[in-house]
């Protein structure tokens, strides 16, 4: 069976930092383009991030761009997110999903909150 | 950037109707196009790629169509579990700058 398990996510400062993980199993990770996207509460999807199989391709919204980093370690199966300079904007739910286009399959989504 | 624009953003409708959704792109996309059903509090789940291949496991009621710049989702006859938030995506820019609808809620009447 298919799962991303995202953790990392909590309550974080204006200008902090908080790195999230994607554990991922059930199927080749190495053989696919992952991504981070993520979910304002109340509000609709919005694609962060992407990176190819091996790591040759990434790319990022404007939105986080220089300021979130994407990352993968094909031979612990496992999608970071680091995210620096957080804003109270970047509060949202984060899903890491597989696939090079049309998203595959997703995880559970771990939640990151920017509050004083 | 590509912009995705999705209509109506929120419908109510009956168990058994036929409904429609559609999401209208600022160029072209080449049918590269994907649906996404959410229910409340849950992650998103595939239910059409490349605008109108069904993902495995989808049932037959949902459909896909469309071209260039504008594409349509149909559910044929709503079931009560069809009820839940629709966001379509396109993958086609180039470099890979993926882009959401806004979403359309459907609602019981």
């Known amino acids: 069976e298919v799962q991303l398990v995202e953790s990392g996510g909590g309550l974080v400062k204006p200008g902090g930092s908080l790195r999230l993980s994607c554990a991922a199993s059930g199927f080749t990770f190495s053989s696919y383009s992952m991504n981070w996207v993520r979910q304002a509460p109340g509000k609709g999807l919005e694609w962060v991030s992407s990176?190819?199989?091996?790591?040759?391709?990434?790319y990022y919204a404007d939105s986080v761009k220089g300021r979130f980093t994407i990352s993968r370690d094909n031979a612990k199966n496992s999608l970071y997110l680091q995210m620096n300079s957080l804003r109270a904007e970047d509060t949202a739910v984060y899903y890491c999903a597989r696939g090079a286009g049309a998203m595959l399959g997703w995880g559970q989504g771990t939640l990151v909150t920017v509050s004083s | 950037d590509i912009q995705m624009t999705q209509s109506p953003s929120s419908l109510s409708a009956s168990v058994g109707d036929r409904v429609t959704i559609t999401c209208r792109a600022s160029?072209?996309?080449?049918?590269?196009l994907a649906w996404y059903q959410q229910k409340p509090g849950k992650a998103p789940k595939l239910l059409l790629y490349a605008a109108s291949r069904l993902e495995s496991g989808v049932p037959s009621r949902f459909s896909g169509s469309g071209s260039g710049t504008d594409y349509t989702l149909t559910i044929s006859s709503l079931q009560p579990e069809d009820f839940a938030t629709y966001y379509c995506q396109q993958y086609y820019s180039t470099p890979r700058t993926w882009t959401f609808g806004q979403g359309t809620k459907v609602e019981i009447k």
């Open positions: 990176i190819s199989s091996s790591s040759s391709y990434i």
């Open positions: 160029q072209g996309i080449s049918n590269s």
